[in-house]
T-cell receptor, first 113, second 114 residues
Framework: DGGITQSPKYLFRKEGQNVTLSCEQN?????MYWYRQDPGQGLRLIYY???????QKGDIAEGYSVSREKKESFPLTVTSAQKNPTAFYLC????????????FGPGTRLTVL | GENVEQHPSTLSVQEGDSAVIKCTYS??????FPWYKQELGKGPQLIIDIRSNVGEKKDQRIAVTLNKTAKHFSLHITETQPEDSAVYFCAASIQGGSQGNLIFGKGTKLSVKP
């Protein structure tokens, strides 16, 4: 089945630890995105990648980092510099940046204790 | 930059009634307006979208209308069913340019009572 997978579904970390969230797609999409969702809020863009080995900051990139070494993978690291990391994180992809609909993964709920 | 406002934040209807969710956008250059449905604990799924060269689009019980002059667009769900209960998000973007990111509204929680 084609789609976007995010793992794990739930993640718990202690304050001050870095944590990496996984996002994999087998849709052969060039563009990938990371969003953060908080209760009662819309989706806010953290980082996006138009193509392999390229990525740009979104609206709330502070305290996060990404890499795009392979077309199918776009991991997000939540660093200890992120002041309020507890949230629901969503990964998405689209065939091309800026031309097509975005397809979302199932999300990872991160809780920092 | 683009700003998208969505109303209402919560909406409760009886099964069989219609539901309408409205969004306004600020950037007149925006040309793509998708609507997503998000069920609890899941990622959003695209349910319908409209581009700026079209005023209305329908797909079975769902329709979207766009008023470019007023810069607002609406989602209409007819004959609502309990399985329509979810959070709905509107979004806007400028497709075909360097700023093609989706800007989302804050969502509408729709509850359909049997």
């Amino acid at each position: 089945d084609g789609g976007i997978t995010q793992s794990p579904k739930y993640l718990f970390r202690k304050e001050g630890q870095n944590v990496t969230l996984s996002c994999e797609q087998n849709l052969n999409h060039d563009a990938m995105y990371w969003y953060r969702q908080d209760p009662g809020q819309g989706l806010r863009l953290i980082y996006y990648s138009q193509i392999v080995n390229d990525f740009q900051k979104g609206d709330i990139a502070e305290g996060y980092s990404v890499s795009r070494e392979k077309k199918e993978s776009f991991p997000l690291t939540v660093t200890s510099a992120q002041k309020n990391p507890t949230a629901f994180y969503l990964c998405a992809s689209s065939p091309e940046f800026s031309y097509n609909e975005q397809f979302f993964g199932p999300g990872t709920r991160l809780t920092v204790l | 930059g683009e700003n998208v406002e969505q109303h209402p934040s919560t909406l409760s209807v009886q099964e069989g009634d219609s539901a309408v969710i409205k969004c306004t956008y600020s950037d007149s250059a925006s040309n793509y307006f998708p609507w997503y449905k998000q069920e609890l604990g899941k990622g959003p799924q695209l349910i319908i979208d409209i581009r700026s060269n079209v005023g209305e689009k329908k797909d079975q019980r769902i329709a979207v209308t766009l008023n470019k002059t007023a810069k607002h667009f609406s989602l209409h769900i007819t004959e609502t069913q309990p399985e329509d209960s979810a959070v709905y998000f509107c979004a806007a973007s400028i497709q075909g340019g360097s700023q093609g990111n989706l800007i989302f509204g804050k969502g509408t929680k729709l509850s359909v009572k049997p």
